[in-house]
T-cell receptor
Framework: GENVEQHPSTLSVQEGDSAVIKCTYS??????FPWYKQELGKGPQLIIDIRSNVGEKKDQRIAVTLNKTAKHFSLHITETQPEDSAVYFC??????????FGKGTRLSVIA | NAGVTQTPKFRILKIGQSMTLQCTQDMNHNYMYWYRQDPGMGLKLIYY???????DKGEVPNGYNVSRSTTEDFPLRLELAAPSQTSVYFCASSYSGGRETQYFGPGTRLLVL
């Protein structure tokens, strides 16, 4: 089955700097890669996703890149703000089974 | 729409007790899921359902049971609670399968002592 590895597990950045979180997946049939943000005491919420027919997608300060050959995808947050502090999860879906999530990255943005 | 609601928010159980975690969604979603999240860890799928009357095991189903008698409700039953079941439990729903956004509830924090 699918296996998703996520790095780093924790990340601290200064406000205004960029943050990058990386994920790898094992199933070459996977073709949908969402990212979820979990704020303290709340359930995860989708922030951006990418499908295998594109290599990059942007939404304001957030971007996701996908390299299907290398089976890895990344989340990029630019101009980080304190409200970006949260746990971020990547996930992958091959269409045969439910989403498989990574273990999460705790991002701290230091003002 | 209230989205996905879960009750209770917090519960303390003694070893060997049983309880049901409630989950309801009002978005007419076909798919529903139960996850557990241990401290500092990711989300592990316990059970999921693709529609009323249909359930399937996820990664960590042992010690749990589910039922899906209606589209809206997907309760999770814990029989004979064990300390290893101390966790935060999230219910989620989506209109269809994996490529659709999953909407999560606020979670139930369970402590088994």
């Amino acid at each position: 089955g699918e296996n998703v590895e996520q790095h780093p597990s924790t990340l601290s950045v200064q406000e205004g700097d960029s943050a990058v979180i990386k994920c790898t997946y094992s199933d070459s049939a996977s073709n949908y890669f969402p990212w979820y943000k979990q704020e303290l005491g709340k359930g995860p919420q989708l922030i951006i996703d990418i499908r295998s027919n594109v290599g990059e997608k942007k939404d304001q300060r957030i971007a996701v890149t996908l390299n299907k050959t290398a089976k890895h995808f990344s989340l990029h947050i630019t101009e980080t703000q304190p409200e970006d502090s949260a746990v971020y999860f990547c996930a992958a879906d091959s269409g045969n089974t439910p989403l498989v999530f990574g273990k999460g990255t705790r991002l701290s943005v230091i003002a | 729409n209230a989205g996905v609601t879960q009750t209770p928010k917090f519960r303390i159980l003694k070893i060997g007790q049983s309880m049901t975690l409630q989950c309801t969604q009002d978005m007419n979603h076909n798919y529903m899921y139960w996850y557990r999240q241990d401290p500092g860890m990711g989300l592990k799928l316990i059970y999921y359902s693709v529609g009323a009357g249909i359930t399937d095991k996820g990664e960590v189903p042992n010690g749990y049971n589910v039922s899906r008698s209606t589209t809206e409700d997907f309760p999770l039953r814990l029989e004979l609670a064990a300390p290893s079941q101390t966790s935060v439990y999230f219910c989620a729903s989506s209109y269809s399968g994996g490529r659709e956004t999953q909407y999560f509830g606020p979670g139930t924090r369970l402590l088994v002592l």
